[in-house]
């Protein structure tokens, strides 16, 4: 098939549920589905203040059970066909819908009082909350949670530190896998406290045409009601469009967390180069020669990384300014969000997939980190200067620089230096790793206090929008 992106060919069949809910057919749905709940919202005012009748218990069923199908899309495509315009196209099919369950009484008040805006960003905003707490968030706990049983695992195995690529202090593979699982908290906390705005407030903002249908209705309060029950927070002020500022402050955190990702997927690059770790690959790591053995999900992981970011960090962007009370060139934009958030699912998954298997080779982590023990040259010197020593640091430096040193070379250092510290003649690369294991339990302990709370506010999240039937119909 010609498909132009690799998403739709080459990832589809990892991404055939998460493609559903985040496709074009997917935003037509979200959109009825939102007329549908605006519709009855309405018919329930209007009847409070005697100006329809209200629905009994059997037409609100029916009304609220409409569903979207297949067919319903390629009429939803015949009607904008004719308009020229979607969300009109919707209405439209929303009263021949409501026509065929003998719901014709209330046709007329179907996008009553609204404009476009109000049914799209409502609906964006539930496409956003679905492709984040449905599919992002699962995929990000369960790295963390990988996360989590490697750094437990190797809390206490001292390792070569490297600093500008050169040997330096040690440290322990725990308390590195830890950074990452600790800056991986911070990100999810930071996205997941972010809670998306939306709008009902017409054509520039100021609610006008409410008060034409009754005056007998608060309406701001009304429907700022309206907004929280589909799971937002109500703007304050708006013009023809919702203030952008959540969603732009969800995407560039979802964007800088994957940024932060990209850095785990590099270390464990270099860590697999150096052959501290094993990546495990495909059947065949080279077209030519047979002995390789590519660390290709790593490479795959960084790349839609680095490709996801780029598109959510460019649509906060440009989304950031509309002319006066709007204009269009959002709207293409925005529609790439879905596509922006896959790239960093299948970036995660391939991370996860790499972190979840991989070998850690502890002979090798030893070996290197004992042919270094002029690592110790900051131990020396300090312990030195702690113990009177004023010139410890020149001392040291005239010694130890660029000097690659085993521990016959380190007790010679320690002989030219006059030195009987019990400390520093029982000192090794391997005990020199200071606080590296408690820090890296006290991370542990918050990424499963994190993973606790964040888990809770996807499934509230989830059971929110199942509860609205934007998923699960």
């Known amino acids: 098939m010609d498909y132009i992106s690799p998403l739709d060919d080459r990832y589809y069949e990892e991404l055939r549920d998460y493609a559903a809910a985040v496709s074009e057919k997917a935003f037509v749905k979200y959109r009825l589905r939102i007329e549908i709940l605006y519709l009855n919202f309405v018919v329930d005012a209007l009847s409070r203040v005697g100006l329809v009748k209200p629905l009994t218990k059997e037409e609100k069923e029916r009304l609220l059970s409409l569903k979207f199908s297949d067919d319903d899309y390629e009429r939803f495509k ?36 609204l404009t476009s805006e109000d049914v799209n960003n409502l609906a964006l905003g539930i496409l956003v909350r679905i492709a984040t707490y449905n599919y992002l968030m699962p995929e990000l706990t369960n790295l963390l949670s990988t996360l989590v049983t490697l750094m437990e695992r190797y809390a206490s195995l001292p390792m070569l530190g490297r600093t500008h690529g050169q040997p330096a202090t040690p440290t322990t593979l725990g308390k590195e896998i830890a950074y990452h699982a600790c800056r991986l908290t911070y990100w999810l906390s930071m996205t997941t406290d972010i809670k998306l705005q939306g709008k009902v407030s017409g054509a520039t903002g100021s609610m006008a045409s409410f008060p ?86 790593l490479e795959n992981a960084e790349g839609n990384l680095k490709l ?12 950031q300014v509309s002319r006066l009370q709007r204009d269009l060139s959002d709207s293409t934009i925005k529609r790439n969000i879905g596509l922006g958030i896959a790239h960093v699912i299948l970036g995660v998954r391939r991370l996860n997939a790499v972190l979840s298997s991989i ?93 606790e709370i964040i888990r809770a506010k996807m499934s509230n999240e989830v059971n929110t929008l199942k509860s609205l039937e934007f998923l699960g119909q």
Not at 308 to 319: F, V
């Open 78 to 113: 015949e009607i904008e066909g004719k308009l020229g315009h979607d969300v009109k196209a919707i209405e439209y099919l929303l009263r021949e819908k409501l026509g065929s369950v003998d719901l014709g009484r209330i046709t007329h008040l179907t996008h009553i009082g």
């Open 212 to 297: 034409m249908i009754s005056r007998d209705i608060d309406w701001p309060q009304e429907l700022n009601k309206f907004v929280r029950e589909l799971g937002f927070e109500p703007a304050l002020v708006t013009t023809q469009i919702l203030p952008p500022d959540t969603l732009t402050q969800l995407l560039t955190s979802i964007g800088l967390m994957s940024q932060s990702l990209i850095n785990l997927a590099q270390d464990l690059w270099i860590y697999n180069m150096l052959g501290y770790v094993h990546v495990h690959g495909r059947p065949i790591g080279s077209s030519t020669m047979p002995h390789k053995v590519n660390p290709v999900d």
């Open 308 to 319: 996801g970011s780029s598109i959510l960090m460019e649509i906060s962007r440009h989304i």
């Open 359 to 451: 070998d850690v080779d502890d002979d090798a982590i030893s070996k290197d980190l004992n042919e270094h023990w002029e690592v110790l040259s900051e131990a020396v010197q300090v312990r030195l200067r702690a113990l009177g020593m004023a010139d410890a640091y020149e001392r040291a430096l005239a010694i130890f620089r660029r000097s690659r040193m085993g521990i016959e070379d380190y007790e010679r250092v320690l002989d030219e230096l006059g030195v009987n510290d019990d400390v520093l003649r029982g000192l090794s690369p391997g005990k020199y790793i200071g606080y590296a294991r408690d820090l890296t339990m006290n991370c542990l302990s918050q990424c499963k206090y994190t993973l």
